[in-house]
DNA sequence: AGCGCTATGTACGCTAGCGTGCCGACGCTT
DNA sequence: AAGCGTCGGCACGCTAGCGTACATAGCGCT
């Protein structure tokens, strides 16, 4: 096995795919890396590249306002950026910022579309790709309207966790309140709860996961949902 | 703005298509009647049919818990059911319940998949309204956490209007409560808001849009944003 | 060592909405 | 005309989370 597939095969949505295919995707991905804090994506934009996050990872944001915004998904290396261009839309309706430092494959949307014409495997993999995050946009809206904010902080930190690959996260308390939408001093009590039960570490713009078990405990549901999900409609092959 | 309905009496996803495909389309579709309370579909079963509405209406529901749910999008004329199907996926993630009795177009899942093979019209329209549905997905999970109780009534009393195609809604206090997912006596507070502002009227079970212009400056901008985003993603050919 | 920036802790009063329960009114049935 | 089930109005205390403000503490920089 080659270290370039390897480099490949870090993206889940691009294991396994027939050789045809693959060689197809190489051919004309690049490589680059993505740094904190980047906007990828615009709301209403035009889509320019599709990403594939290797060991970076991308918070999808809804920008009602300048007050408001909400976080609504998430795409590490278990998914993908521009999945709108696999529905033939040069367009993308939130907010891409990068918020985990890392690689990408990146590849232009007309190339991308014009793979897909002749990747049956990868575009139906894609096309169910799609359809989880639909179903978590749905779970989202309702998760975000009836869960606390120490259950969905919880389950903000095991996503992350899950992407970055660490127990340790760079973030700070700020951060973490527009993400979930809600005042820093909301984020800062919830975060001193999961402290006082063992279940985080956290000082000064870092966090540590200790106890992830406990974590998934403390989260609500939703976080176990979304891995079922995901493991149903896209298993490891 | 006016809604975007008014005009047509049949599904406004399969209007002005090539006759080729409507021929095929209507070869194998059938006409169904919908009555209120019925289910189209429980989360995570499998899909048996499409259903493009005429002029009945269907509200989809996240189920989080039997004490949770919350309608995070609602399909009439302007849209359709199933569109998973769209995608190559045989399930769907929502309870689908008949909202507004009527009539729609029903297809089988089987049908409908080999048709859309060669209806590459029909197939990137609902291409696009899945794109419009992601969107709306992701806009509602912002809008049920920030605006209140009142401006979502407001705006959940236009979508229905628009597609029940009546001014006048059957609907209880219990009913929009399930809907928006607060208590009945919420909704029963801003129900008499909108009432004393002379925009509604309601009585027993009915309610009467007396005033939209005023419905609409009372609502959150989300009604005006949906509006504006399926008039530009699908517009009237 | 001291400065200053930023992250976190905490406290204040306030609001929206919750859960609940009760009552009256409407209207359908008999 | 009476009875009854459903619908809506309302009131109670309660909670989560808001907006704001200010204080402390860690850390990099000079």
Redesign the pocket.
Known sequence: MTSFFHVLNANRLLTELPTVERDGFMAVCENVELSFGEVLFQPTETITHAYFPIDSFISLIVVLDS?NRLEVAMAGREGMLGSSLVLGIEETPLLALVQGAGSALRITAENFQQLLLCSPVLHQRLKRYIYVVMKQLATSAACNHF????GRLARWLLMTQDRAGSDQLN????FLAMML??????I?????AL?ARGLIR??????TVLDRLGLIEASCECYNEDCALYAKMLPVL
Do not use: K, P, S
């Open positions: 007050d869960h606390r904010i120490e973030l700070t308390h700020e939408g809600v005042r820093r001093a909301g800062t009590l919830a975060a001193i402290q956290y000082q000064r713009g870092t966090i």
